[in-house]
């Protein structure tokens, strides 16, 4: 399956509007694409999904390592995959150029081109020639500009690219191509999806054919770690409360357990099973529903008679005794972990984090590293006399360097771990 990295020149610039319009015009030219994501992200992957029908990879080389990475591409299916980067193309130690430099794919550079033409070359040509600068070996090799009017203002750009630069086509500007957002980033992909008509016509305007001679395909992994299928069954929280799971996750734990799925907010009972996993997401939208529907309490119950309960930074909010929202409402929660948490007015965290296990834990042995990626905007109060099972070698945590809020067979984290960290494997084999 060949591919290629949509990359920005900075946060904002329309990576997700360029590779929706690309997405769906491969479609209209009769390709399979494959969607995926440079870096830890939930919500672009969403919007991928809805214009797909299938799950977008997430490739995060310091969430799965180098190997993982190109694991999860493979994981794929389809034609050409677009990979939708993150930020800038060289912006933070976990870059889309350290994304495309571990697939070796070539680099299609999205420029906001609304007040330049010559200037777009000049900006493309910067970003290709800064890879030497950067020490990344990476190819970028064409330009999408976005919100590029037709006509002189799109022959300007094209004529201007210097040699080895592709002119790829243009976004339009057109009334729609916005996605509306919040904190965490933009609204999900079945919340807020762009309407297909506005996509087609954005689609018209790309050179989808000569990107795709421009597209390549990475090296073959290294084989995946063997784990046999047990017989325990996994409950696996699934609905608008509960939304931030990567596809490997389900799919590791799918090969090594049965998994079984229900809905907190729909106050669904908690499947029969030997372990429950709480994914993040949006808890915070639904304080109400998740204090009435009877699943918090029952799995409440269910934890203090040690069933093992893994919750991730939304799960985590679920499985503590209140959750405060953005209005100031107060909320009764699972009350399985000793914290309170409250939701702020901005991010509590954002980074790439890696944890040290202090004993053995749900999701590591001790003394073992797992990395992960936080971003929240709750705050935690936590019981003087709580217990954590992880030190944190980077990043922020739950409270004073520490993370993973323990009690019963329960671990709560901020971190969300990728299934390439083994986290997931540790947690089958401990139920």
Known sequence: ???????????????????????????AAGYEPQPAKGGPDFIDPSHHAAVCDRPSRSLD???????????????????VCVVEGMMGLYDGTNSTAYVAE???????????AKAGMESVAASALGFREYAAVAGREIDVVGVIAQRAHGGRHAGGIRDALPEGLAYLGRIPPLSGLEIPDRHLGLHMGGEAPIEPETLREASEHLEIERLVDLAREPPRPEPEPSGAKTDATVAVADDSAFCFKYPATVERLAERASVLTFSPVAGDPLPDCDGVYLPGGYPELHGSALESGGTLDELGKRAA????????CGGLMALA???????????????????????CDRYQALDHVELRARDDALTAKAGETIRGHEFHYSTADVAS??????????????????????????????????????AFDRFVERL
């Not at 571990?102 to 906001?112: E, I, K, Q, S």
Request: glycine share 14%; proline share 3%; charged share 25%.
């Open 321 to 343: 005794e209140t959750l405060t929202d953005a209005d100031g409402e107060t909320h009764r929660m699972a009350g399985v972990l000793p914290a309170d948490v409250r939701m």
């Open 102 to 112: 571990t697939l070796d794919l070539p680099v299609v550079l999205v420029v906001d």
């Open 385 to 422: 006399d709580a217990t954590f099972a992880f030190d944190v070698e980077r990043g922020d945590g739950i409270a004073d360097g520490r993370e993973g809020l323990s009690e019963y067979r329960t671990l709560g984290t901020y971190a969300h771990v990728h299934a390439d960290s083994g």
């Open 61 to 79: 080389p310091w969430l799965s390592g180098e190997d993982g990475c190109l694991r999860n591409y493979w994981r794929g299916s389809g034609d």
């Open 305 to 312: 008679d040690d069933l093992p309960v893994l919750g991730e």
């Open 1 to 27: 399956m060949r591919g290629v990295v949509l990359a920005g020149t900075s946060s904002g610039v329309g990576k997700t509007v360029a590779s929706l319009a690309l997405l769906e015009g491969l479609q």
